[in-house]
């Protein structure tokens, strides 16, 4: 038996200089961390260019970044994730 509960994510408001470029600046760095693990696919890659939203971006750089259970637990349960 498993017990869950839905977590609604709110919306991370309108988007400002630095929330773009914290967004960039983790893109960039998820590219090159993937790349340097042997990693990095094409898929993730096309995906990853195509986020916009900061949650959703911090989901899939954590879940792909080959983490122990408990890291990537932590990275995935950061709320909210931009303070906008």
Do not use: H, W, Y
């Amino acid at each position: 038996m498993v017990r869950i509960q839905r977590v609604v994510e709110p919306p991370a408001g309108e988007s400002n200089l630095e929330t773009e470029a914290l967004i960039r600046s983790v893109k960039e760095q998820s590219e090159k961390v993937l790349s340097l693990k042997g990693i990095l696919s094409p898929d993730v890659l096309g995906v990853l260019d195509q986020i916009e939203e900061p949650g959703r971006l911090a989901d899939l750089v954590a879940s792909n970044l080959k983490l122990k259970i408990e890291e990537a637990q932590n990275i995935l349960e950061t709320f909210p994730p931009c303070s906008g």
